[in-house]
């Protein structure tokens, strides 16, 4: 992941978020990133589905390993197997 001017403060530094990927705490640069970095970051096994956690009674949402997803503290990703859904 590489950062812009945009994506820096005015102290120069890239701010950053703290997001949870299968219960444990990573802290990433509020850029972009998409569900393969997530999954790598998390180290989730290759062919693994990832899911953003949505609070509430309705279904979590799939994240494609091509997804760009712009964190925001306090997410939480998990992943599933294959052949492991519903």
Do not use: C, W
């Not at 890239?14 to 790598?40: L, Q």
């Not at 180290?43 to 494609?64: R, T």
């Not at 998990?78 to 492991?84: K, L, Q």
């Amino acid at each position: 992941m590489t950062t812009t001017a945009q994506e820096r403060d005015r102290s120069g530094h890239t701010k950053t978020v703290n997001i949870f990927i299968n219960d444990v705490k990573h802290a990433i640069p509020d850029i972009p990133i998409t569900g393969r970095e997530i999954s790598h970051l998390g180290g989730v096994p290759e062919g693994n589905q990832m899911f953003l956690e949505v609070p509430g009674p309705g279904d979590d949402d799939p994240i494609a390993a091509d997804q760009a997803i712009v964190p925001k503290s306090g997410m939480r990703f998990y992943d599933v197997p294959a052949g492991n859904l519903g």
